[in-house]
């Protein structure tokens, strides 16, 4: 029987983010035709009842006949379109919506919700819209029992888990399937419910508690997402108590896939596995003598027989590094351990590689890695939740950065795809917590709004994105001043990655965080420890030699265009300078000042940009509920505050190594 599934009720206090009742209104005053089967399709049928019931339209589901309807959403035999694609067309007073399936039909009727009146008004010629990354997944690091130092959620800077806590399922499924709507209305269709550091409660997801994962599967489903469990490689033996986890026993690969079998007996839709291996003290086949090429593909084989991916990440290196020995070099890790691997991985098996060949840090490269590996399925991994960028206390909106990594073409500026075209997936580790804004910070939705996007249109700009988001949290008749407050959120989010970069370390240098939490300045915190991330600052200059000729070679781990654009001093960007050359601090950027005085010129200016978007902020209270503007206003203190902080560090730091005065004789400590 085809019945609308009525949308989650909002739990009391929690934002609606970028789903408040008000953008349905247009849905609502209508009448619309829904024509489909299916679970999604009663999804979308029940999002149109509700809006219908609030509004005063109608909605009428599988009539034959051609009743003057203003919207149909139409479920028909388009195999072009695939699973999650749709056209979108107005004629004769008539908006229709096509799709292959519920999928597409979900994703359909939310761009509907996004054009807003304009869905309804003159003629709109035939649209297609189809993802290109087919996987477009967001991953929790979220424990499920209290980790001693890293606490509920990894990372984690909005509350505690949505789906654990202390160390049992929250079973808050109202909430989780709220939280699935705006997944799916920004285009994510994959959710990880546990940290890749799988511990041992965690563990025990994958086997007696693997209920717990299937109840949060069916939260999600209803509005298109397929749930994915992060396991560890030892589980053979942690949990099967086999005597090893070496993937080319037979016993161990009889485990795992029996072990699969039963999750998919559970969850029939379940996505796959993701697997932090050999990686930060996570067990891998390297304890066996075997390639990460050897660990994935077991774990592929037993997955395959489901439809499920393993999704394996790169993120691979020496956490235990001596900082004397200079011929180690973290930033070339990954390629070295992958790239001999191309070809050898499953079909099912994804290699789920960090934007950047460090970690995520505000400034870095593009990862070489995902130009190496032409005969192998890629998934891209950035990082929502604001582990280096502020937090979610900073304003700091990456689509800008997310934006040049998808548009970054690994042959050349000239040539070859660019990294949206090659990667298959598109993976964000998740900046949600219980927060009743969700993020914490209530302007990061914006991120998380941006990254389930771009999964969809990686070339598309990212400001029109940004707009996007601003009309659906904010809508225009629920302000006095609607074009203020746009010109006001666009003012404080468009430049706000930019500004934190300059406040913080310059010139793609990265990591002078203070050790352990990495919140706020700390120049030397991480220059004598294991973790591989120096900037080698001394009485003359600063950064790290990457290039072939002197370096450590990780320049020429890029295709030609590229190698030779970073190895030579003259042709590499400002802004990674530090990351590939070691420079006298007179060297001269080619924006025509000295690295010093760069670092103490965009110091000054990034805090006086923060100044200038907290005032912006500060004259929006008027069009800005307060609860939203009160948080935000707090965080503007706390992002100024540590702004100051940085900048005061990093010039007094520089000016003492250096011993040059700033040419604008300003104070520094
Ligand atoms: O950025 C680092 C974080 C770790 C994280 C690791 C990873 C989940 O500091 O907390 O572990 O990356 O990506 O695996």
Known sequence: MSRPEPPPVLPEGVDPAWLPPEVFRPLGRRRTLVRGHGPLVDTAHGEVAAACARFGGEVVRDARAAAPYDLVLDVTDAPDLGDEGFTCVRRDGTTTVTAAGGRGLLYGLFHVVR?????????????????????????????????????????????????????????????????GRLLAACGINAVTVNNVNVHATEARLLTDRIGEVAALADALRPYGIRTHLSVTFAAPVVLGGLPTADPLDEGVRRWWAATAARVYEVIGDFGGFVVKADSEGQPGPFTYGRTHAD???????????????????????????????????????????????????????????????????????????????????????????QEYTGQQRH???????????????????????????????????????????????????????????????????????????????????????????????????????????????????????????????????????????????????????????????????YAKP????????????DELLLFFHHVPYGHVLHSGTTVIQHIYDTHFAGVAEVEEARRV?????????????????????????????????????????????????????
Request: aromatic share 10%; net charge negative.
């Open 115 to 179: 054009l807003g009146e304009d869905a309804f008004g003159s003629e709109r010629p035939l649209e297609t819209h189809r993802p290109a990354v087919a996987l477009r997944a967001l991953d929790h690091w979220d424990n499920v029992a209290v980790h001693p130092v890293m606490g509920q959620v990894e990372r984690g800077y909005a509350g505690g888990s949505l789906f654990w806590r202390d160390g049992e399922a929250r079973g808050e499924t109202e909430r989780v399937r709220a939280y």
């Open 295 to 385: 660990g994935a593909n077991m774990l592929a084989a037993a997955l395959a027989p489901h439809g499920g991916t393993v999704r394996w990440r790169a993120f691979v290196y020496n956490h235990r590094q001596d900082w004397r020995d200079r011929s180690t070099d973290r930033a070339r890790a990954a390629y070295d351990h992958f790239a001999p691997l191309d070809g050898e991985f499953a079909e099912n098996a994804v290699l789920q590689v960090k934007h950047g060949p460090v970690d995520f840090q505000a400034r870095e490269p593009v990862s070489p890695v995902l130009g190496a590996l032409p005969r192998t399925r890629l998934a891209l991994e950035v990082q929502a939740t």
């Open 395 to 557: 304003v700091c909106w990456l689509g800008p950065m997310w934006s040049e990594v998808l548009r970054f073409r690994p042959d050349g500026e000239d040539g070859g795809p660019g990294v949206g075209d090659l990667a298959g997936g598109l993976v964000a580790v998740s900046n949600v917590g219980d927060d009743p804004f969700w993020t914490g910070h209530p302007l990061a939705q914006a991120n998380l709004y941006t990254v389930g996007r771009l999964g969809w249109r990686p070339d598309t700009d990212p400001h029109d994105l940004l707009d996007e988001w601003i009309r659906l949290t904010f809508p225009a008749g629920a302000s006095a001043d609607p074009g203020r407050l746009r010109e006001g959120l666009r003012a404080v989010l468009h430049g706000s990655w930019r500004t934190y970069e300059k406040y913080t370390a310059p010139l793609g240098v990265g990591f002078m965080v203070q050790p352990g939490h990495h919140y706020g300045p700390s120049v030397d915190g991480y220059e004598y420890s294991p973790w591989g991330t120096y900037h080698f600052a001394d009485r003359d200059g600063i950064g790290v030699d990457r290039t072939a000729a002197t370096g450590t070679g990780y320049a020429a781990q």
């Open 562 to 573: 590229w190698a030779e654009l970073y190895e030579s001093v003259r042709t590499c960007p």
């Open 617 to 669: 902020w500060d004259s929006l209270a008027d069009l800005v509920a307060p609860a939203r503007h009160e948080r935000v206003a707090e965080r503007y203190e706390e992002q100024l505050r540590c702004a100051r902080e940085w900048r005061d560090q990093i010039n007094s730091y520089f000016f003492r190594k250096s011993g040059v005065p700033d040419a604008r004789g300003r104070h520094i400590h």
